[in-house]
C-alpha cells in the first residue's frame, strides 16, 4: 500500500502499489516523499467522513511496533528502533567528562547540579527520547493517512513480586510497594532473625549483595541479613570471592537483574497516552490480551504482530508485504568541543551544522557531468566544511561531490529508513522512481 495526499495535501485512503503506479506513469501524480512513499494526486478530492483508519503500537525498549489498519485490512508494518542506549551513554560520558574536570587541581568550578530541581512530570532523557519517538512518527503519519484512533498496549509490571494487582506508575516502580514499610522488620521476617551468610543471631544488619561501590542498588532483591562479622568480612567482595573466603557456596543468594525494560516502558506510558490523547481517541489494552490475540490468529512473535493484535479488534486481513523501519537518529543539535589535558574546552562548538544549503542525513541527488565521477547519484548525504560531500547510496559512498551538483530531495528529519520483507514497492518500481528523482 501507498499514502496518497492530494493537491491540496489533505490525507486520503492509502491505495495499492499498482494504482499508485499507473498514477505515475500517467503523469497524474507526483512523488511527495520517499520516506515513508507518498505520492500527491494533481487534482483534489472530495474528503469521505467514512475515511477513517488506525494506528497500533506496541512499545518497547529498543524497538516499538506500529500497524495501521481500517476496519478490514491490515495496510502498514512498521518499528519504530529507539537511541536511548546511545542517549544514556553520551550523557555518562559527560559526566565523567565533569566530574573529572571539577576533582582536577584547576581553578574551581562551583557545581550546579546540587542546586537544580527536577519539574512535575521529569523523565531521563534517554526514557523521554523513546516515548517522544512515538509521539512524533505518529504524528507524521498523520499527515499522510486520516487516523482518528490510537490503540497503544499498556503493560503493568510488579517486580517486587509482594503484592498481586497493584499497578506501579513513574518513580513508584522504583521504589516498589515497600517504600513505606519498615524494611528491616521485613528482612527479620524474610530471614528468620539469622545472618544469611552464617546463620548467626546476633548484631545482625541491613547488608548489600551487591556493594553499592560495585553498582548495587538498594532494591528488596539485593538486600539481606547479615551478622557485623560477616558484614565486615564481606567488605565490597562478591559473593563468589566471599563465598571461596569462609568456604561456603552462596550462589542461591545472588540478586536478580533488574528488569530495566520494562522500567522504561512503565515510565514513559502515561507521558506518551497523556500527548498522544490530545490530538487522538485512545485505546489501551494489556499484555497478556496481546499474547493471547496473537496466538488467537497464528501469527509469530514480532513486534509489529504484537501492535496489530493491541486492544479488542485484531483479525485483520493482512495486505503488508513489507515492513518500513525507522530507525531514531538524532538531530545534531548536541553541541560538542574537544577538552584538553586539565578538561577545559580547546575549540569552540559548531556555529552551524548547515553547510552551502545542506545538512548530514539530507536525501539528495547530484549530476555530476564530467571527470572521474561524472554520473547521477541519490542517496544520504554526509556534508563537509569545504563543499565537498560525500553521498551514500544503496550500493557505495561517492566522496567528494561538489555541492554545486547536488539538489535536496527530502530533509532529513533524524530518522533513517530501510524496508523489510521479501519485495516491496519501492523495489517493484525501483528504475521509475529512480528515473523520476534522477531527471
Not at 384 to 409: A, E, L, M, P, S
Request: charged content about 25%; glycine content about 6%; some cysteine.
Amino acid at each position: 500500500m501507498v499514502f496518497v495526499i492530494d493537491k491540496q495535501k489533505n490525507q486520503l485512503l492509502p491505495t495499492t502499489n499498482a494504482k499508485a503506479r499507473i498514477l505515475l506513469n500517467a503523469n497524474k501524480a507526483v512523488i511527495h516523499k520517499i520516506y515513508p512513499f507518498v505520492i500527491r494526486l494533481k487534482t483534489s478530492k472530495t474528503i469521505n467522513a467514512n475515511n477513517k483508519c488506525a494506528i497500533k503500537l506496541d512499545p518497547g525498549a529498543n524497538t516499538t511496533g506500529v500497524a495501521i489498519v481500517d476496519k478490514e485490512k491490515c495496510l502498514f508494518l512498521m518499528e519504530i528502533i529507539h537511541r536511548g542506549k546511545e542517549i544514556r551513554k553520551a550523557l555518562f560520558q559527560r559526566k565523567v567528562v565533569r566530574r573529572n574536570r571539577r576533582q582536577r587541581n584547576t581553578r574551581y568550578r562551583q557545581a550546579r547540579f546540587q542546586n537544580r530541581i527536577k519539574r512535575n512530570g521529569w523523565l531521563a532523557p534517554s526514557v523521554k527520547s523513546r516515548a517522544d519517538n512515538i509521539i512524533n512518527i505518529v504524528n507524521k503519519l498523520s499527515k499522510y493517512i486520516p487516523l482518528t484512533n490510537v490503540a497503544i498496549e499498556s503493560v503493568s509490571f510488579n517486580t517486587t513480586d509482594m503484592t498481586e494487582g497493584i499497578k506501579l506508575y513513574g518513580k513508584e516502580y522504583q521504589n516498589g510497594n515497600l517504600k513505606d514499610t519498615k524494611l528491616r522488620k521485613f528482612l527479620m521476617e524474610k530471614y528468620s532473625n539469622r545472618c544469611n551468610y552464617c546463620g548467626s543471631i546476633e548484631k545482625l544488619e541491613v547488608e548489600h549483595i551487591l556493594s553499592k561501590s560495585k553498582g548495587g542498588t538498594d532494591s528488596i532483591k539485593n538486600l539481606t541479613l547479615s551478622c557485623r562479622k560477616c558484614n565486615e568480612l564481606k567488605n565490597n567482595l562478591s559473593l563468589k570471592q566471599f563465598g571461596k573466603l569462609i568456604n561456603r557456596d552462596l550462589s542461591h543468594l545472588e540478586p536478580l537483574q533488574t528488569p530495566k525494560s520494562a522500567a522504561i516502558i512503565q515510565s514513559a506510558r502515561n507521558y506518551t497516552i497523556a500527548q498522544l490523547a490530545k490530538s487522538f481517541e485512545i485505546e489501551t489494552g494489556e499484555g497478556w490480551e496481546t499474547s493471547f490475540n496473537r496466538k488467537e490468529v497464528n501469527l509469530p512473535k514480532e513486534h509489529y504482530y504484537d501492535a496489530l493484535c493491541v486492544g479488542k479488534d485484531y483479525d485483520y486481513r493482512i495486505v503488508a508485504n513489507t515492513v518500513l523501519v525507522i530507525k531514531a537518529r538524532g538531530r545534531g543539535s548536541r553541541q560538542m568541543c574537544l577538552m584538553d589535558k586539565y578538561g577545559f574546552p580547546r575549540t569552540s562548538p559548531k556555529s552551524s551544522k548547515s553547510v552551502k544549503g545542506f545538512q548530514t542525513g539530507d536525501i539528495i541527488k547530484a549530476k555530476v557531468p564530467d571527470g572521474k565521477k561524472q554520473g547521477k547519484y541519490f542517496g544520504k548525504v554526509a556534508v563537509r566544511t569545504n563543499g565537498y560531500f560525500n553521498i551514500t547510496t544503496d550500493t557505495q559512498t561517492i566522496q567528494g561531490i561538489g555541492h554545486k551538483h547536488c539538489k535536496v530531495i527530502q530533509r532529513g528529519d533524524g530518522y533513517a529508513y530501510f524496508m523489510k520483507g521479501a519485495s516491496g514497492f519501492l523495489s517493484g518500481l525501483e528504475d521509475r522512481v529512480s528515473t523520476a528523482i534522477l531527471r
